[in-house]
């Protein structure tokens, strides 16, 4: 089972993206985060609004 991980292991290390794609990946998570985090923080407002107004239900 080891020789499978060295194996595999030199593949990626030796593959041709393996430096391209470490940087952007990383900030394309972070960024996609953030824009996720924001979305989710103004559709919870709209809920929490609509609850404010919403008389009838139980708290």
């Known amino acids: 089972m080891n020789s499978f ?3 595999l292991g030199k593949i990626l290390n030796g593959a041709w993206f393996y430096d391209n794609i470490g940087d952007i990946f990383n900030y394309s998570v972070i960024v996609l985060g953030f824009f996720g985090l924001f ?7 709209k809920f929490n609004d609509q609850a404010a107004n919403d ?4 708290k």
């Not at 979305?39 to 407002?45: E, N, P, T, V």
């Not at 008389?55 to 139980?58: K, L």
């Open 5 to 7: 991980w060295y194996t």
């Open 55 to 58: 008389p009838n239900q139980i």
């Open 39 to 45: 979305y989710w923080l103004r559709w919870q407002k």
